[in-house]
């Protein structure tokens, strides 16, 4: 492969961002810090105006080393899209041309991708970043299926990050030069496992208790996340069981109030621990024994990741990305998907192999280490890049 005469500027495309912290942002943000720091020119372009934006957030900024420049874009999420399209397009004609559009969403970001990437001679990179149903959702309706079927035939490069996704582009007939599968990507350096010390101190920090087993959850208090399957299999257990082991929950959301409800109701307020959401959110890891990742649907959890990098081993639903990681009973478990039952079996099985959990951490080391190692993965993208930057400009590049 011939080396590009120079490196073209990476439009990171994301509809929402810092101050926004989720999945997507965090990915982003490691990202472009790493990249920034390898040489190449990164500008985060997102949305200035979005419902979970705080207000007078500034429309340009610095984060990470990286420029973030938020687009105007008021209205509910049809007209706010179209405006993030319409604006991005514009400020992309003024300072964009010819670089290479990476969009971490296929809604308004994808098609100001591959627009951007046909209007001004540059690149167009997709990330299909959910679970496979999520876009299977989108095939049903006719509407659904066109516009998918559309940015899949015009971008130069689609990645996945799970394997589940993978098989479903290539069915629907995206060529496999053209599909790569990346996962996300850990920082295993400080995502690593605490010395026995380390984790004594964190449980003191925290105020979580010294000898019990300490089960954690971390993410959004969602629908989607299934906190209220993993609140259902809690309360399955006898109270002798709740009684030697604790469940802290960290995060916030939409959920918060129905799933405090929700344990009024079934009888396990007082043996859940909401921490809310938190910023330092190692100190759990290293405090915990066992994550556990209750999801109705995933694309590559990045909690699942951190913290099987800090050396723990996953309880997860079977979908998505803990599909390709997880090895049941090796490096952790899996159960059935929407099932508190089943839940709630897996989490008497985790207690009955307690012997096992630290060599089942180190094996879930191991795989993050060879699968997600952030320098790996940036690697990876620096050839996509670099491939793109070789190909002819507009349109569809040759395949590499």
């Given at each position: 492969?011939?080396?590009p005469?120079?490196?073209?500027k990476i439009?990171?495309?994301?509809p929402?961002?810092?101050?926004v912290?989720?999945g997507?942002?965090?990915?982003?943000?490691?990202?472009s810090?790493l990249?920034?720091?390898?040489?190449?020119d990164v500008?985060?372009l997102t949305?200035?105006?979005?419902m979970?934006?705080?207000?007078?957030?500034a429309?340009?900024e610095i984060?990470?080393?990286?420029a973030?420049?938020r687009l105007?874009s008021r209205?509910?999420?049809?007209?706010g899209?179209i405006?993030?399209?319409l604006?991005g397009l514009?400020?992309l004609?003024r300072f964009g041309?010819k670089?290479?559009?990476h969009?971490h969403?296929?809604?308004?970001?994808g098609?100001?991708?591959v627009?951007?990437?046909?209007l001004?001679?540059?690149?167009s990179l997709l990330?299909?970043?959910?679970?496979?149903?999520s876009?299977?959702?989108r095939?049903d309706?006719?509407?659904?299926?066109?516009?998918l079927m559309?940015?899949?035939?015009?971008?130069?490069?689609a990645?996945?990050?799970?394997?589940?996704v993978y098989?479903l582009l290539i069915?629907?007939g995206a060529?496999?030069?053209r599909?790569a599968?990346?996962p996300n990507?850990?920082?295993?350096d400080y995502?690593q496992?605490a010395l026995?010390?380390?984790?004594?101190?964190?449980r003191a920090r925290l105020?979580?208790p010294?000898e019990?087993?300490?089960?954690?959850?971390?993410g959004?208090?969602?629908?989607i996340k299934?906190?209220?399957?993993?609140?259902?299999?809690w309360a399955?257990?006898?109270?002798?069981?709740?009684g030697?082991?604790?469940?802290t929950?960290v995060g916030?959301?939409e959920?918060?109030?129905g799933?405090?409800?929700?344990?009024?109701?079934?009888?396990?307020a007082?043996?859940?621990?909401?921490a809310?959401m938190?910023e330092n959110v190692?100190?759990?890891?290293w405090a915990?024994?066992?994550?556990?990742?209750?999801?109705r649907?995933e694309g590559?959890?990045?909690?699942?990741?951190e913290?099987?990098?800090?050396g723990?081993p996953?309880?997860?639903?079977?979908?998505?990305?803990?599909?390709?990681v997880?090895?049941?009973?090796?490096n952790?478990?899996?159960?059935e998907t929407?099932?508190?039952?089943?839940?709630c079996d897996a989490?008497?099985?985790c207690?009955?192999?307690?012997?096992?959990w630290y060599?089942m951490?180190?094996e879930a080391?191991?795989?993050?280490?060879e699968a997600a190692d952030?320098?790996?993965?940036v690697?990876?993208l620096?050839?996509?890049?670099r491939r793109l930057?070789c190909?002819?400009g507009?349109?569809q590049?040759?395949a590499?």
């Amino acid at each position: 492969m011939k080396a590009p005469a120079h490196r073209p500027k990476i439009w990171m495309l994301i509809p929402t961002y810092h101050p926004v912290v989720g999945g997507a942002q965090t990915q982003v943000r490691r990202l472009s810090s790493l990249l920034k720091g390898r040489g190449w020119d990164v500008e985060i372009l997102t949305r200035r105006h979005w419902m979970n934006h705080l207000p007078n957030v500034a429309a340009h900024e610095i984060v990470d080393g990286a420029a973030v420049t938020r687009l105007s874009s008021r209205g509910g999420v049809t007209s706010g899209s179209i405006l993030y399209v319409l604006g991005g397009l514009w400020y992309l004609a003024r300072f964009g041309q010819k670089g290479i559009y990476h969009a971490h969403d296929i809604g308004a970001a994808g098609w100001l991708a591959v627009m951007a990437a046909r209007l001004f001679g540059g690149h167009s990179l997709l990330k299909f970043r959910t679970g496979r149903s999520s876009y299977e959702k989108r095939l049903d309706s006719l509407l659904g299926r066109r516009q998918l079927m559309a940015l899949l035939h015009k971008t130069d490069r689609a990645i996945v990050v799970n394997e589940a996704v993978y098989s479903l582009l290539i069915a629907l007939g995206a060529p496999a030069e053209r599909v790569a599968f990346i996962p996300n990507a850990v920082d295993v350096d400080y995502f690593q496992p605490a010395l026995p010390e380390e984790k004594r101190k964190a449980r003191a920090r925290l105020g979580l208790p010294a000898e019990q087993p300490v089960i954690l959850y971390v993410g959004r208090l969602s629908h989607i996340k299934g906190v209220d399957i993993l609140l259902q299999a809690w309360a399955l257990l006898s109270d002798a069981t709740r009684g030697g082991i604790n469940l802290t929950l960290v995060g916030d959301g939409e959920e918060r109030a129905g799933l405090e409800k929700l344990m009024v109701r079934l009888g396990i307020a007082d043996r859940v621990r909401l921490a809310g959401m938190q910023e330092n959110v190692r100190d759990y890891y290293w405090a915990a024994d066992i994550l556990v990742l209750p999801s109705r649907q995933e694309g590559m959890s990045n909690v699942m990741m951190e913290a099987m990098g800090c050396g723990l081993p996953v309880l997860a639903s079977a979908t998505g990305g803990a599909l390709d990681v997880i090895v049941d009973g090796k490096n952790g478990w899996l159960f059935e998907t929407e099932n508190p039952s089943r839940l709630c079996d897996a989490l008497l099985r985790c207690l009955q192999e307690r012997p096992r959990w630290y060599g089942m951490g180190r094996e879930a080391r191991l795989k993050v280490c060879e699968a997600a190692d952030i320098e790996v993965i940036v690697e990876k993208l620096e050839t996509i890049y670099r491939r793109l930057a070789c190909a002819p400009g507009g349109g569809q590049s040759e395949a590499s």
